[in-house]
Nanobody
Framework: QVQLVESGGGLVQPGGSLRLSCAASGSIFSIYVMGWYRQASGKQRELVAAITSGGTTNYVDSVKGRFTISRGNARNTVYLQMNSLKAEDTAVYYC????????????????WGQGTQVTVSS
C-alpha cells in the first residue's frame, strides 16, 4: 500500500511561518516529482510548488520568495517551508507525488495525501 502522509498544518498569524512535511511509504520504485497543491474554500486546486528528482523547483508566482520546497535526504520526503504567511494562503494543502511503484506497471502514477489545513488569521 503506497501512501503519502502529511503533517505540519495549523493556525498561524499573518507574517508567521509553518513547515509542512510529507513522507511517501510503500513499495516505491522511483519518485519523479513531489510537490504541494492547495485548495481554498470555493476555489480550484492549484499547484503551489514542486521539485523534481533532479532538484529542479517550480513555484506559483504568489508564493515566490516566501515559500521554499525541498527534498529530504531519504528522497521520499518533501518539505514546504512557508514564511511571511498571508490570509490568502489559507487552504487545505495536499502533498503530491508522481512515482512508479513496484506493481508491475512501468508507468508513473499520481498519488495524493489526505490534505492538511493551513489557516492564516489573527
Amino acid at each position: 500500500q503506497v501512501q503519502l502522509v502529511e503533517s505540519g498544518g495549523g493556525l498561524v498569524q499573518p507574517g508567521g511561518s509553518l513547515r509542512l512535511s510529507c513522507a511517501a511509504s510503500g513499495s516505491i520504485f522511483s519518485i519523479y516529482v513531489m510537490g504541494w497543491y492547495r485548495q481554498a474554500s470555493g476555489k480550484q486546486r492549484e499547484l503551489v510548488a514542486a521539485i523534481t528528482s533532479g532538484g529542479t523547483t517550480n513555484y506559483v508566482d504568489s508564493v515566490k520568495g516566501r515559500f521554499t520546497i525541498s527534498r529530504g535526504n531519504a528522497r521520499n520526503t518533501v518539505y514546504l517551508q512557508m514564511n511571511s504567511l498571508k490570509a490568502e494562503d489559507t487552504a487545505v494543502y495536499y502533498c503530491h507525488a508522481n512515482m512508479r511503484v513496484n506493481n508491475g506497471n512501468p508507468r508513473p502514477i499520481d498519488y495524493w495525501g489526505q490534505g492538511t489545513q493551513v489557516t492564516v488569521s489573527s
